[in-house]
């Protein structure tokens, strides 16, 4: 599917948090002990986490916006955070050096690696595995493990989360595709598809409609039943 396809699909699978914390008259919900989604801070990360899995395609929308932001990244985060870590650890001495450092790297590590491997990712490979998903919810299962909720840590696990909620909608959405999608890459090579639309055809912009009828229909029930 093309972005424009993707970025609404991912949006309207964000609002469907929306729909459900208007009908139970609530701002957020519980996850975890402690920690909460706000699903209206969760719609536009959705948008921008629909275009996340064709990071692989270097002239698609997400591809350009991703490399552009993991280049500024890495540049901007690690002077940012080795600074801080080094203070915190060296000169201010109130933190453990491991406590700090230690997560610190491993982040800086990863999305150096992430950079690394983007120009020879084959596109619909590893970015669009079951394997990359379960990769960026990890952030979240770390949240809820480790991480004490405040407004701060809320509203981030709630743009994180929501961007996941998009790049879930872009798989299901590449499913439809004839190509399909490894979901079992790299355990198995094999591309599911469950219809046989042709990126950028009629039949792309029938599926579009008809996800806008069938998530307002849901809205619809939610509003109602729930
Ligand atoms: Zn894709």
Not at 158 to 182: E, Q, Y
Not at 196 to 211: L, Q
Request: charged share 10%.
């Amino acid at each position: 599917m093309n972005g424009y396809t993707h970025m609404i699909v991912g949006g309207l699978s964000g609002a469907i948090p929306v729909a459900i914390s208007i009908a139970e008259k609530k701002f957020g919900f519980s996850i975890g002990s402690q920690h909460v989604y706000y699903p209206l801070i969760g719609v536009l990360p959705a948008v921008a986490g629909s275009l996340g899995p064709d990071i692989d395609l270097p002239n698609s929308k997400g591809g350009r916006a991703v490399r552009l932001f993991l280049k500024s990244a890495i540049t901007l985060f690690g002077a940012l955070s080795l600074s801080l870590a080094v203070y915190l650890c060296f000169i201010d001495k109130l933190i453990r050096p491991v406590n700090v450092l230690f997560p610190v790297l491993a982040v800086f590590t990863l999305v150096c690696l992430i950079r690394l491997l983007l120009p020879i990712a084959q596109h619909r490979k590893g970015t669009h595995s079951g394997l990359a998903l379960l990769i960026i919810l990890l952030p979240i299962i770390y949240i809820i493990g480790y991480i004490s909720a405040n407004l701060l840590v809320n509203i981030l696990f709630s743009m994180w989360l929501g961007f996941c909620i998009g790049w879930t909608s872009h798989l299901f959405a590449d499913t439809f595709n004839r190509k399909g999608v490894p979901w079992l890459y790299p355990l198995d090579g094999k591309f599911y598809h469950i219809a046989n639309i042709v990126t950028g055809s009629k039949r792309e912009r029938t599926f579009r409609k008809v996800c806008v009828v069938v998530f307002c229909a849901a809205y619809l029930a939610i509003l109602v039943f729930v």
